[in-house]
């Protein structure tokens, strides 16, 4: 068998060429000598019973046992457990996975005249090997071979390591060198440059100050912008809610109007019934004789229409007191966000105020800087605000004119007044 030359230090006895041969117990001797004497390089044969290893019979046991006188004549013929019985050494069996270096120690350890003695190699298919000793310990030279070749190139690149070390090392110091000599030239600036480090400081506090200042300001508008933003976030909160309230308003208005206009269809249908009944009054008049019950008749249908229209003057006043009251509403809701617009405006203002103050203590460090800031922001937040209260002034004249015309009319009468004008030009 060939002996592998490309093992590593934890290779094991798996990976070498091992030899397959067994036989059972009851096979004759010279079988055995035939397979010897065909294969020289086979170490030795396997006895097995029922599957079962009962022992190993080396190549040299069984030439040292047919060499002598008689032993021919007896195990020839006869089967080969006779001479297995008759040598009596223990199989020395292993698993593939043992490494080459612990087979070898494991060898080793054995009796001295067992040393020589081949191995039995345990398959993970539990199928069975012979490992000639030989082999082994040629694999292990071949190991320590490689290993100490591997030193060698070790060694080698560590002395290049070890120089290129150096090397470093010396251009470190220099580098050392040179950084002393930069640090005493800095020492020696520093020096020189002492009474410009003491102005640079002065002007480092003075800068530390202004940050406080700053910091103080800037807490200060942190504070005023949170207690703005929520104001206006509740001011938004209730011009929705009487932004509702307008909008149902708006809505109840409509549907009375709505019914207004209805009720006016009814009174102008009245009023053609009225104008026709006079026409059928006059018509009698001009006929009368004996026919006193068509007059009777069309004063009745007169008398039931003016019913008819005061009831509906009654119900045209029950509206224009419904719209009263809803008018009413109307204007609270404008008032209460005009109370809350002017709440936000008021805390706009304390904002400005603050901002003003920050742009004051800046602009007496850099006044041409903020001169071009200030007045755009002063400006646009004045604007703002005149906007916002000519708005709200706007809004409250136009709630007290609506409450003035329905305060100042009389809804029945003034319903009454209409229709009385209708039947006069009707007549």
Known sequence: MSNPTHLAPDSTIGHLPSHHFSVSSTTPGQVVAHKFGQEPDLPGVIITHNSQILGMISRVKFQEQMNLPDRVELYWDNPIR????????????????????????????RHKDLIYEPIIVEMENRDFGILDIQTLLLAQSNILTQTNRNIQRYRAERQKYIAKIKQEQTKVQQYNQLLESRQRQAE??????SPQQAALAKQAQEIVQQNQQFL????LISAEGRLAFQATFQGANSICNNTDKILGVGKAIANDLETVNRTSRTIGEAIEQVRH????????????GNQPNGLS??????????????EL?????QIASRFKLRVHALTEAARAGANVAKSVTEKIERAEMALLELEDLIAEKDVSLMSGLKAPLSSN????????????NQAEVAVSELEDIVKHQDSSQYLIQKIQEALKHKR
């Open 82 to 109: 006779l001479l297995l019985d008759f040598i009596r050494i223990p199989p020395f069996l292993l698993s593939e996975k043992w490494r080459i270096d612990d087979a070898v120690q494991a060898v080793l350890n």
């Open 188 to 193: 020696k600036s520093h020096q020189i440059l």
């Open 216 to 219: 103080k300001i800037a807490k």
């Open 277 to 288: 009944l006079a026409v059928q009054v006059a018509v009698v008049t001009n006929q009368m």
């Open 297 to 310: 008749q069309v004063s009745l249908e007169i008398a039931r229409l003016a019913s008819k229209t005061f």
């Open 313 to 317: 003057g009654t119900q045209m006043e």
């Open 381 to 392: 937040e004045s604007s703002t605000s005149r906007s916002l209260f000519q708005e709200i």
